[in-house]
C-alpha cells in the first residue's frame, strides 16, 4: 500500500447514505459530538483521564492536522468534554453542523511536527508520552506536557522530538505499536522489516517517571529530556531489527501479556509472529492471510488467542494462534465481509473479548461481535454474520478510531473528507445507544417497563 489517504471510497450514494444516518441519530445514539477538522487527521488516539463530574468526564484526546504546507503540520493535544451514558437528550444530540466545531472538542497544545503525523501511539506505562511516525525512518518519541505550545505559522520552526529512535533503513510511515507491560516501542517499515526499541535505553524521565502524567497533571519542567541541546534531540538504537517480510510492513502489534512478543502484517499479504526471545526470524508465518495487502492488525487484550487483520481485499478476517495456516495457507476463523473498500483499521474493544471494530475507506465504521455469528433470526439475518452496528456518521474515508477504556462504547473516528467534501475532515466521538449490546432480556424487560408506564399515563 503506497498511500493510506489515496484514492477510493467515495461511492454516488455517499451523500443519501449520510442523510438518512444522520435522521437515525436520535434513535441509534447516545451521544454524538461532530468536530469539523479544517485538516484531516490521519490518527486519533484517547488519553489520559483528567476530571470526572456528575454528567460528563473530561479526557485527553491526540490528533494530528495534516496540511498542504501552507501552515506547518501539528500534533495536537485536545482536551475532550464526554457526556456520560444515559444524559444526552435525544434531540440535542442530532442538532450538529456539519461544518462546525464541537464545544465539546478544545485545543490544549499544538507541537509542530516535523513532516505530517501518520500514526500516534501512547505509552501505556506514562501517559504523557507519544510516539509518532512521520515519513522517514525514525519513531519520534514526545513528552506532550514537557512540550511547549506552539502556533502554527508558515515559517515557524519545528518542534524537537524528546527522543528519536533510529534502525530503519527506509521510511517507516505507519506500523507503530506501544506494549502494554513494559516501555518497549515497535515500528514497521518500506525496509520490510519489523524493529523494537526500550526507552529504558535512554535514562530519562520519559522511561523512569512512570506514574507522572497519569492524572492527567501538568508535569513539571524536569519532565523532559535533561540536557537537551536547543537544536538536537537525542537518539536510540534499535534493540532487535526483525526480517521475515517481503515487501512494506503496514502494522505491527504486541501481545497484551507478552512485551517479547509480537506480530505484523505488511503488503505481501503476510501475517508474521514473532518473540524476540528466539532470535530474529519468524515463530510463524502466514504466507497468504488475505488476498491483497494487509493494513491492519491487532491482538485480543482478553482472549490472546483471537488475532484481527484487515485488507485491500475489503475483508477483516480472524485468526487463532493456535490454528492459523492450512497447507501453508491462512486458515481464519471467520472471514467477516461488509465492507465495500481496503479495511485501514481494526480494534477489538477493551472490555468485552469479543466486540471489534473496523474502518475503511467506504465511510464505513462497522462494530462486530464475533459470538454472533451463526445467529439468525428475524429481520436481522439479511446482514453480515456478527454485525452489531453500522457507524454510517462519515463521508469519506475511516482512516482511524480507538475505543475509549474509560468509557469501553465511546469511540472517537477520523475520516479524510478530501475527496467528498471538498478538504479537511471530521473528527466524531459517539456512543451507540446501549439497546443495542446489551443482553436481550435486560432490553426487553426495559422495554416492557417503558411501554407500562406509556399506558399508565396516557390512560385516562
Given amino acids: 500500500m503506497k498511500e493510506r489517504g489515496g484514492k477510493g471510497g467515495s461511492q454516488p450514494s455517499v451523500n443519501e447514505r449520510y442523510t438518512q444516518w444522520k435522521s437515525l441519530v436520535p434513535i441509534l445514539y447516545d451521544w454524538l459530538a461532530n468536530h469539523n477538522l479544517?485538516?484531516?487527521?490521519?490518527?486519533?488516539?484517547?488519553?489520559?483521564?483528567?476530571?470526572?463530574?456528575?454528567?460528563?468526564?473530561?479526557?485527553?484526546?491526540?490528533?494530528?492536522?495534516?496540511?498542504?504546507?501552507?501552515?506547518?503540520?501539528?500534533?495536537?493535544?485536545?482536551?475532550?468534554?464526554?457526556?456520560?451514558?444515559?444524559?444526552?437528550?435525544?434531540?440535542?444530540?442530532?442538532?450538529?453542523?456539519?461544518?462546525?466545531?464541537?464545544p465539546f472538542v478544545k485545543k490544549f497544545k499544538t507541537i509542530i511536527h516535523p513532516g505530517e503525523v501518520n500514526r500516534i501511539r501512547e505509552l501505556p506505562q506514562n501517559s504523557k508520552i507519544v510516539a509518532t511516525h512521520t515519513d522517514s525512518p525514525d519513531v519520534l518519541i514526545w513528552d506532550i506536557e514537557a512540550q511547549p505550545n506552539r502556533h502554527a505559522v508558515l515559517g515557524a520552526p519545528e518542534s524537537h522530538p524528546d527522543l528519536i529512535l533510529t534502525g530503519h533503513q527506509e521510511n517507516a510511515e505507519f506500523a507503530l505499536?506501544?506494549?502494554?507491560?513494559?516501555?518497549?516501542?515497535?515500528?514497521?517499515?518500506?525496509?520490510?522489516?519489523?524493529?523494537?526499541?526500550?526507552?529504558?535505553?535512554?535514562?530519562?524521565?520519559?522511561?523512569?517517571?512512570?506514574?507522572?502524567?497519569?492524572?492527567?497533571?501538568?508535569?513539571?519542567?524536569?519532565?523532559?529530556?535533561?540536557?537537551?541541546?536547543?537544536?538536537?534531540?537525542?537518539?536510540?538504537?534499535?534493540?532487535?531489527?526483525?526480517?521475515?517480510?517481503e515487501d512494506t510492513v503496514e502494522d505491527v502489534q504486541f501481545c497484551p501479556s507478552s512485551a517479547q512478543e509480537f506480530c505484523s502484517v505488511g503488503d505481501d499479504s503476510c501475517l508474521i509472529?514473532?518473540?524476540?526471545?528466539?532470535?530474529?526470524?519468524?515463530?510463524?508465518?502466514?504466507?497468504?492471510?488475505?488476498?491483497?495487502?494487509?493494513?491492519?492488525?491487532?491482538?485480543?487484550?482478553?482472549?490472546?488467542?483471537?488475532?484481527?487483520?484487515?485488507?485491500?481485499?475489503?475483508?477483516?478476517?480472524?485468526?487463532?494462534?493456535?490454528?492459523?495456516?492450512?497447507?501453508?495457507?491462512?486458515?481464519?476463523?471467520?472471514?467477516?465481509t461488509n465492507h465495500n473498500a481496503a479495511v485501514l483499521c481494526v480494534q477489538w474493544s477493551p472490555d468485552k473479548s469479543s466486540i471489534f471494530g473496523s474502518s475503511a475507506e467506504d465511510?464505513?465504521?462497522?462494530?462486530?461481535?464475533?459470538?454472533?455469528?451463526?445467529?439468525?433470526?428475524?429481520?436481522?439475518?439479511?446482514f453480515a454474520p456478527g454485525l452489531l452496528f453500522r457507524h454510517s456518521?462519515?463521508?469519506?474515508?475511516?482512516?482511524?478510531?480507538?475505543?475509549?477504556?474509560?468509557?469501553?462504547?465511546?469511540?472517537?473516528?477520523?475520516?479524510?473528507?478530501g475527496e467528498s467534501t471538498g478538504g479537511g475532515g471530521t473528527l466524531q466521538i459517539w456512543r451507540m445507544i446501549d439497546l443495542i449490546y446489551r443482553p436481550q432480556e435486560e432490553v426487553i424487560d426495559e422495554l416492557e417497563k417503558f411501554k407500562s408506564r406509556i399506558l399508565t399515563c396516557s390512560t385516562p
Fill in 38 to 102: 479544517v485538516w484531516p487527521s490521519l490518527s486519533c488516539r484517547w488519553g489520559p483521564l483528567l476530571e470526572q463530574a456528575t454528567y460528563k468526564n473530561r479526557q485527553r484526546l491526540y490528533l494530528s492536522e495534516q496540511t498542504d504546507g501552507s501552515v506547518p503540520n501539528t500534533l495536537v493535544i485536545a482536551n475532550c468534554e464526554i457526556v456520560k451514558p444515559r444524559v444526552a437528550a435525544a434531540e440535542h444530540i442530532a442538532q450538529f453542523n456539519e461544518e462546525a466545531r464541537s
Fill in 273 to 336: 509472529l514473532w518473540d524476540a526471545r528466539t532470535g530474529s526470524s519468524p515463530v510463524v508465518k502466514v504466507e497468504k492471510a488475505h488476498n491483497a495487502d494487509l493494513h491492519c492488525v491487532d491482538w485480543n487484550p482478553i482472549d490472546e488467542n483471537f488475532i484481527l487483520t484487515g485488507s485491500a481485499d475489503n475483508t477483516v478476517r480472524l485468526f487463532d494462534r493456535r490454528n492459523l495456516t492450512s497447507n501453508g495457507v491462512g486458515s481464519p476463523v471467520h472471514v467477516f
Fill in 363 to 382: 465511510g464505513v465504521l462497522n462494530i462486530w461481535d464475533h459470538n454472533k455469528i451463526g445467529e439468525r433470526s428475524g429481520p436481522a439475518s439479511k
Fill in 177 to 245: 505499536a506501544m506494549s502494554q507491560s513494559e516501555p518497549l516501542v515497535l515500528s514497521g517499515g518500506k525496509d520490510k522489516s519489523v524493529v523494537l526499541w526500550s526507552i529504558h535505553d535512554h535514562i530519562s524521565t520519559l522511561a523512569t517517571d512512570s506514574g507522572a502524567g497519569s492524572n492527567g497533571g501538568k508535569s513539571p519542567k524536569t519532565g523532559g529530556i535533561d540536557d537537551k541541546p536547543p537544536s538536537e534531540s537525542p537518539k536510540i538504537q534499535a534493540r532487535g531489527i526483525f526480517q521475515g517480510h
Fill in 393 to 417: 456518521g462519515h463521508r469519506d474515508k475511516v482512516v482511524d478510531f480507538h475505543w475509549n477504556s474509560h468509557d469501553p462504547w465511546t469511540i472517537v473516528s477520523v475520516s479524510d473528507d
